[in-house]
């Protein structure tokens, strides 16, 4: 019997490799200042760039189906908030206080964009919904997930908002989408027509695992925690996505969607995304020792990817035995 092929995506590799490289190299003295100097800059070109490919006309038309995109847009800053809430208080006390961080941060950054539409596209959902709902929540994203950190973390994470941290989420994360938004009229056309700036994306965003985990290297993350935490990690986040895949497809039929809105529903409300949580953290965290606290994302990515890979073709084999005459 053939094994089913396990979706790995490469993307992940690479940040993977660069975490396990800046565990090993470190920058230090000089080549830490222009680590912070590159990335700073590729954060800022980086949300330049997803300013300039998300339409907010085209959210805008597709705001019709109203009652969808709250839906989802609900478990991604609602829902999954509430969740998180409820973990750090359930593992407080036992575990490492940077990967409970890091938990909740984990539900508060936007959803992905390609995966969710992606996968709503596989399993033959409502395609028109996911796309508007997956852009509308990245350029709501912008101005809410500092939000969020700033009216959660600091409180039941201890982490602070200096005036500094403010000045940065300006100048690196909201004026750069602003003017990248700014600019479409001369910049989406181009962007649109050179899919190979996405290694533009990626490079940046591996080049900020790799200074996270090297500032976290020099703090001597790894002798802060244990294999009994990561174990707890891995498995903490399986049950968020697991409670958020049932909870999302569940309330969406008690809700009376059909079945392609149900689908939209459950993989976008589901998603957290890397390429804009990674980035966001460097700058809410700025100072901060973030390697343990970006780890639950990126098992939490991996983790959906592979759970939202199987889903989706069991929806379509459902779909096409439907639509296939008896």
């Known amino acids: 019997m053939r094994l089913p092929r396990i979706p790995v995506d490469r993307f992940l590799l690479a940040i993977i490799a660069a975490a ?11 080549g830490e200042q222009i680590l912070e100097w590159l990335t700073t800059a590729a954060i800022a070109i980086l949300f330049f760039l997803y300013g300039a490919r998300l339409s907010p006309q085209e959210s805008l038309e597709g705001l019709k189906h109203w009652r969808l995109h709250a839906v989802i847009l609900s478990f991604t800053y609602v829902v999954f908030p509430i969740l998180g809430l409820g973990i750090v208080a359930a593992t407080n006390g036992w575990m490492n206080p940077s990967l409970q ?18 996968f709503t596209s596989i399993a033959k959902g409502n395609v028109a919904g996911a796309v508007v709902s997956a852009s509308a929540s990245n350029i709501l994203g912008v101005f809410i997930t500092p939000g969020l950190v700033w009216l959660l973390m600091t409180r039941t994470s201890g982490v602070s908002f200096t005036t500094g941290t403010i000045v940065d989420v300006v100048l690196q994360l909201l004026v750069p989408f602003i003017l990248g938004q700014l600019s479409r009229r001369w910049t989406a ?13 990626r490079g940046s965003i591996v080049l900020v695992v790799y200074s996270a985990f090297s500032a976290g290297m020099r703090e001597g993350m790894w002798w802060q925690t244990t294999w009994v935490d990561l174990v707890a990690l891995l498995v903490t986040s399986l049950v968020i996505l697991a409670i958020m895949l049932w909870l ?3 309330t969406a039929r008690r809700l009376g969607f059909n079945r392609e809105d149900a689908i939209a529903i459950q993989f976008c409300g589901t998603k957290k995304s890397l390429a804009s949580g990674l980035p966001m953290a460097g700058v809410l965290f700025a100072g901060s020792p973030i390697g343990l606290m970006v780890l639950p994302l990126m098992l939490f990515h991996q983790a959906q990817l592979m ?4 889903l989706a073709g069991r929806y379509a084999r459902l779909a096409e035995a439907t639509e296939s005459p008896s």
């Open 101 to 118: 961080a890091g938990l909740l941060y984990l539900t508060l950054v936007p959803s992905t964009v390609q995966s969710s539409i992606a």
């Open 189 to 201: 056309g181009f962007v649109k027509a050179h899919p190979e700036l996405k290694f533009v994306d």
């Open 248 to 250: 999302t497809w569940w």
């Open 20 to 30: 396990i490289t800046a565990s090993i190299f470190p920058a230090w003295g000089l």
């Open 307 to 310: 759970a939202c890979s199987t």
